[in-house]
């Protein structure tokens, strides 16, 4: 065993004098507190049952960040300092640091230093991972960037996918999509911190996965077949309130020739089929030029009779295929019509329909011009209260408390639907599914689109659905299956009509 001899300086004080330097001393510091920081909020995020985002993006983005900064600073310092005192000094022999592993102080540093390693190592696995699952979490997507992303999370929280996370439709499985979506992410992080970013948020979404690796990885298109029943409620603009009723069979099968015929609304997702279109408008709802393969490899081209889309410019044009997302556009942002949300809320009792005109009512206190969610809250109140005081005015009194629940009611609606601070109401976003607020199906299902063999896309009323029966109050209008739906107001040949010319969603039928 070899003395350390007294000219050889030991590896601590070697360490120690290295770090003899500002900037080296400012990086241990630096790497110190976060590494102190990142632990605690660790903690916290480990216990705390409903931790809020930013503990997350503080653990996992931020303290790490400043970590290596300081980390890296250390180096730099000492090199810096070696510079400035090899320009000072010529001359003296540079000292490098040796190990030796002979020495028992030497043995002790080296494996203090490897065991950091593997400590931090590890740690950073860890962290990284966290990091991964959190920028996945709803929390990351829908509640950090708060009132960007406001809307699109507060009808997400109303909607049938509530309980499925924002990545299982927009990013879906697999690395190369959580890349991309990250990197667009940074994009828009960047814009939300410097308030660039456009309101609304603009629908479609471009770079949206394909539906084949999103939506059917849960809705196998196979299991679409037969039809289903569904009921149409809506109620009256009079003092009654008067319920309308539709019962009808909505044929959503088509989604496999293995299951069923070749025939209904899945039709266009049936795998053989490829249907492609070129839309006119940014968010496709003019559609002058379809393309159809069926599994036959047939090919039938339908142009719109009242475009001016010319051939050559169809077969220039960009054009998109259809999939689930081409109808379910609003699968879970779901921006409800007011002329539909109060049906919904008088349906399920939430407000007491023996108020005179409370359907009316609330539809024109919803569709109000305000330019803020409490200006609005404010105006609806304000409305309703001076209709029923005005008009109503023993009624005000006695059903007191009924006005003042209807009045709740329709704030809360306007809440979760109508956001002015970003610009977005059910007109910026239409649905795309049917066709009786927004043209939807309409847009190729109107008898207008005509193919080269002389083909047409009818709008015959029963090619989607057959009525089961029809009621408005008691009456019944309707009670033969495949009768002929009957519309409130006569407006003869219903298939030369658009619905949603007359149906808007707010004041109206
Ligand atoms: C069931 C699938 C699904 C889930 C879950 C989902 N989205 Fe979406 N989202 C869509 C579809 C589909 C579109 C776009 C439709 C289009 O391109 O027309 C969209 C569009 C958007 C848009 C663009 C604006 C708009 O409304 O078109 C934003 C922003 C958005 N989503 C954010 C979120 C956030 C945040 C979450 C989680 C809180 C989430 N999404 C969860 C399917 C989903
Ligand atoms: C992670 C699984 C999952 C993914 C991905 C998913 N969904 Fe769903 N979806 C569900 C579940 C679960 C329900 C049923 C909710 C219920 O009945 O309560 C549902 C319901 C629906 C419904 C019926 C809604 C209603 O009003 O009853 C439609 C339509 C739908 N999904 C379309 C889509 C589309 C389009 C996509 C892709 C953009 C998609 N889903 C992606 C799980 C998923
Ligand atoms: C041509 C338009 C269109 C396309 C494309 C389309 N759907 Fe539908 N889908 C409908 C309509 C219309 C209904 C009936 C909705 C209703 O009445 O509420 C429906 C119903 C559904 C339902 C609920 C009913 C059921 O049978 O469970 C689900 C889930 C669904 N679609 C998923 C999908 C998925 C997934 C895709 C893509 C593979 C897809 N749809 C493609 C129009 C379409
Ligand atoms: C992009 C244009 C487009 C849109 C939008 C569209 N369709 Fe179609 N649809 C077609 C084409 C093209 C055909 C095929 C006609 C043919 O060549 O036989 C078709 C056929 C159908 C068929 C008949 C299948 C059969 O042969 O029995 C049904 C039912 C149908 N569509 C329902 C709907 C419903 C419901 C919607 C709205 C939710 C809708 N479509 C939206 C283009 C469209
Ligand atoms: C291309 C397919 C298609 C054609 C053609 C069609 N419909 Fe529909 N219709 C639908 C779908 C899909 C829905 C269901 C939408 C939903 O679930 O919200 C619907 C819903 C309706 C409703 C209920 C609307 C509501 O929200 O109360 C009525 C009424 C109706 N259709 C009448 C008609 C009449 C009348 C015609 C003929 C002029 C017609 N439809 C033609 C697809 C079609
Ligand atoms: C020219 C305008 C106009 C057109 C176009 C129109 N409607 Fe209507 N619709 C009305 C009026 C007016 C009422 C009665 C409103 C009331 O009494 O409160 C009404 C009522 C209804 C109702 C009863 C529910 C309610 O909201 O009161 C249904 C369902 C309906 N229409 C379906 C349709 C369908 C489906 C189409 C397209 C095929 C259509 N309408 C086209 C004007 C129109």
């Known amino acids: 065993m070899t003395e350390p001899q007294p000219d050889r300086i030991k590896p601590w004080s070697r360490v120690r004098q290295l770090l003899r330097n500002p900037i080296s001393l400012a990086g241990v510091a630096l790497a110190l507190v976060s590494l102190a920081n990142i632990l605690f909020l660790f903690v916290i995020d480990l216990v705390e049952a409903r931790p809020t985002p930013y503990i997350g993006i503080l653990a996992y983005m931020v303290g790490p960040a400043f970590f290596i900064l300081g980390l890296a600073l250390v180096p730099l310092g000492i090199w810096y300092d070696r510079r400035k005192r ?31 390693l593997v400590v931090f190592i590890l740690m950073s696995v860890v962290g990284s991972y966290r990091a991964y699952e959190f920028t996945d979490s709803v929390q990351f997507c829908g ?68 539906a084949q690796e999103t939506c059917e990885e849960c809705h196998w298109p196979a299991r679409f077949y037969g039809a289903q029943l569904k009921v149409f409620t809506h109620y009256a603009s009079d003092e009654k ?69 010319s051939k050559e410019e169809a077969a220039k044009a960009p054009r998109r295929r259809m999939d689930c997302v081409d109808c379910h556009n609003r699968p879970t942002h779901i921006y409800t019509p007011p002329d539909l949300a109060v049906d919904q809320s008088l349906l ?14 609330a539809v024109s206190a919803l569709t109000g011009k305000y330019d803020s969610t409490p200006q609005a809250m404010q105006g609806i109140a304000k409305e309703m209260h001076e209709f029923y005081e005005s008009k109503y005015p023993e009624l005000s009194k006695s059903k007191e408390l009924e006005i003042r629940n209807a009045i709740d009611e329709v704030q809360k609606i306007y809440a979760r639907t109508i956001f002015p601070e970003m610009k977005l109401n059910w007109q910026t976003h239409p649905n795309n599914v049917g066709h009786f607020y927004f043209n939807g199906c309409f847009r190729c299902h109107d008898g207008q689109h005509v ?36 519309h409130p107001v006569d407006l003869g040949d219903l298939t030369q009509v658009n619905c949603s010319d007359c149906h808007t969603g707010g004041v109206g039928p």
């Open 241 to 309: 309130n008067t319920p309308r009723q539709i019962r009808m069979l909505i044929r959503v099968g088509g989604g496999d020739p293995a299951t069923g015929a070749p025939e209904g609304i899945h039709w266009h997702m049936n795998i053989a089929n490829e249907i492609t279109y070129v839309a006119a408008d940014e968010q496709h709802q003019v559609i002058p030029y379809i393309h159809v393969k069926d599994m036959q490899g047939r090919v039938t081209e339908y142009y719109a009779s009242d475009s001016k889309l």
């Open 348 to 361: 399920a009792r939430r407000m007491d329909s023996s108020l005179p005109f409370l359907k009316q009512q």
């Open 86 to 116: 090899r320009g000072q000094q010529a001359g003296e022999a540079t000292r490098y640091l040796r190990i030796d592993f002979s020495d028992p102080s030497h043995r002790g540093a080296l494996s203090f230093f490897l065991t950091f």
């Open 143 to 210: 509640q950090l960037c708060h009132s960007v992303m406001n809307p699109e999370f507060t009808a997400y929280q109303h909607s049938p996918h509530a309980r499925v996370a924002c990545v299982e439709c927009h990013v879906g499985a697999g690395a190369t999509w959580y890349v991309k979506s990250k990197l667009s992410g940074a994009r828009q992080v960047f814009a939300t911190t410097f308030n660039t970013y456009p309101r609304p948020i603009p629908t479609p979404v471009h770079n949206l996965r394909p």
């Open 451 to 486: 193919s080269t063999d002389g083909k047409t896309l009818s709008k015959d009323c029963d090619t989607c659905h057959t009525v089961l029966s029809q009621s408005e109050g008691a009456t019944k209008l309707v009670s033969a299956e495949g009768a002929k739906f009957q």
